[in-house]
């Protein structure tokens, strides 16, 4: 399992091959819109093939493991920013109403200068991370592993819980002693958490699926109304993107929209995409590609993004430092969540990969107390989690 963890590859193609596969399970396809998960599919099979011929791996778990982060200059600095953080969670919380107290169906409004706000509480998903590995206080620790875990839940952002948990039990894998058996308890619990109150969140954002009217598949519908949404949520990409591949739709606004901070909106909801269902209206990471490009400009972004996901897999090395682990951390969860929705190419995922940059340049010109070497991993992170 660990050495399936080093493979980049893991992070981007195996997700969208999963994806495709429960997109097929989900639903009775209709005519043509095969060929669009073929793209997906065949693209990722040959970043797989990549890794296999170039041999891109992570650093081996044991330079996580021994990496000391508590005491350097990095921990210092991350836990600043964590306290920033933390500042603007509770201000979103005390200026703004709370979606899960008040009315979920707020979760959208960003009115008033919360969009600005949300900006900086949406990176609380590092929290959990900062807290496990840039400080031995337990309190402070577990003060910033809830933030990280509960803010998601009270403003109803089901993407910043799971990357809130993806980050939790990746650092927790990478950490763990190499002669003991993954923490699968600790993980399975994880899983479990992130998918219920996915499903729970989602009926409270969107309601009852019933109002979904798409192809769906006979198990599909014999599915538990909490595996429907995971399904849902995670095939809907894939059949949206096959859907516009067989009606040859295209409009490149969406993604002018996107990547060009400021120019417009980039939700497909009310436009004249013609989406098989309007309430069911998200795609792939590569979904705006394939409107202004085609298949083609699909095929391309994918291999953008691999090209992203291999430069912050050098940048751990050789030591594993904190804030390319950050770097990694993210953009591995945008590549994992590429088949359902754009995270990669947006200009917040940008801001966050410069600010780690910045704040790596800030923390090597702070005096040097206590030199950054490799240490034995601290108590609580080497025992049975």
Known sequence: MKWLLRLPSTYLALPLLLACGLTLLAYDLPDGYLEGMLVLALTAMGVMLADAVMGNRLPAIAQFRARRYTGTRDAFVALIFAAVIVLFCLLDLTLFPVPLLDNPSSYATMENGREHIRHISDMCWTLPVIGLLCTRKRWLRNTLIVVGVMFPILVIDRNRIFASLFSFALVIVFRRDENKPLPWKTIGLLALVGGSVFSILGALRSGSLDTVTLPFSAMYRAAPQGIKWLLLYSSAGPYNFGAMVAKHYTNASFLINQVVPFSGSIATAGTDIPLDASN????TEFLPFLLAFGPLGAVVAILVLYALLLWSVRRLRPAASLFPLLIFLRVSYVCVMSPFAPQAFIWTNVAFIGLCLAMQTAAALLPNR????????????????
């Open 280 to 283: 069911i209206n998200v795609g």
């Open 370 to 385: 206590k030199a950054d070497t490799p240490m034995p991993a601290p108590a609580h992170l080497s025992t049975s989690l």
